[in-house]
């Protein structure tokens, strides 16, 4: 409708360009008109119709009314459909369908149906592509603790459901989420990201080397070659880079340092520990040095699994076991290609 040069923006960009909404990627107009992914969303979202025809510039279609008097009114309330303003005398009669306060009742309608697509969208290809253009531009902000170097955070919502959190970044570096730090992202729901979409943006560009600053590379963002230890699948590197010995936060009186057990003691600094020896982390390939059989189909899921949960855990157990499976673990480093982290990143791999 408006997609040629000189003609007002869409609605989607121009939503995208208000202030606070500087996460938000644009969803694109084929996304939004198949049906299928928006499946389940007309009970959501009041005036789910209208919402829908804002959403994508539709002018306003009033073929249900057939009385003739409004069809000869056609011309005249098609110029007034978006800014609301219904002061002809003669207009007044069928004032009921484009009202300023139905207006405003399908302008946030269709707000929150956009973010309920997005969160569908940003998850998708097309959409995961878009967002990691906008990680690589800087435009999610970086993570403000100290040791995570500028890791550059995601945005992420703690709920699905809309109405629940506002939005929240995620630290791939410390694996904490946090408030954005300017009081504008606070009006932005936290659904219209989604649960989902920063573990998949991980998941689907491993090559971003987390361990490094992203904060002042803006266009060569650093990225992991193969050469590098891989654990499970993703670089060693990437697990956690800002947690570990020396990364954590020590508390000094007077350049002593205060006793774990003292009244006001550092307590659950193990919280953030991690192993010196990434690779006592590599569960596939130790089960798979234990149980003396190929890592077969069956056993990537579970690798996948304990990759997620292991990160927060101490490993004081599996440190203790992992000298004597070392030697066979760096004959099956190899074997670890066939788990299902390796995939070609989703096809992305050729746009990058
Ligand atoms: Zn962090």
Redesign the pocket.
């Known amino acids: 409708m408006s997609t040629s040069s000189g003609s007002p923006e869409s609605w989607i960009s121009s939503f995208c360009s208000l202030l606070g909404h500087e996460y938000f990627a644009e969803v694109s107009e084929e996304f939004i008109e198949d049906d299928f992914n928006l499946t389940g969303l007309q009970t959501q979202v009041p005036m789910y119709k209208e919402a829908l025809e804002m959403i994508l510039d539709v002018e306003p279609e009033d073929d249900d009314d057939d009385d003739d008097e409004e069809e000869e009114e056609d011309e005249d309330v098609s110029g007034d459909g978006r800014d609301g303003t219904t002061h002809r005398a003669h207009g007044e009669r069928r004032a009921h369908s484009r009202m300023a306060s139905d207006l405003s009742v399908i302008e946030s309608s269709a707000e929150m149906l956009y973010g309920l697509i997005h969160q569908r969208f940003i998850c998708s290809r097309a959409g995961i592509q878009q967002m990691s253009e906008k990680y690589e531009l800087g435009h999610f902000g970086i993570?403000p603790?100290m040791n995570?170097n500028q890791?550059r955070?995601l945005p992420v919502g703690l709920s699905d459901i809309p109405g629940e959190d506002t939005v929240k970044l995620f630290?791939p570096?410390?694996l904490?989420v946090y408030v954005p730090p300017n009081s504008r992202f606070q009006t932005v729901d936290g659904a219209f990201f989604g649960r989902t979409f920063g573990a998949l943006f991980l998941l689907t560009f491993p090559e971003y080397d987390l361990s490094k600053s992203g904060g002042d590379s803006v266009q060569n963002l650093p990225r992991n070659t193969d050469d590098k230890a891989l654990i499970n699948g993703i670089y060693a590197c990437n697990v956690a880079p800002?947690l570990g010995p020396g990364k954590i936060y020590e508390p000094r009186i007077y350049g002593f340092r205060v006793s774990e057990i003292a009244r006001s003691g550092p307590r659950m600094q193990w919280l953030r520990n991690k192993p010196a020896d990434m690779a006592v982390l590599n569960e596939a390939v130790r089960f798979a040095g234990e149980v003396e059989e190929n890592v077969g189909t069956d056993n990537d899921d579970e690798s996948m699994n304990l990759n997620n949960t292991t990160g927060r855990e101490t490993t004081n157990t599996s440190r203790r076991r992992a000298p004597a499976i070392n030697a066979r673990l760096r004959q099956q480093r190899q074997n670890q290609n066939a788990s299902p982290m390796t995939l070609d990143t989703n096809g992305a791999e050729s746009e990058l």
């Open positions: 993570c603790r995570c890791t955070a630290c570096s410390c904490d800002g």
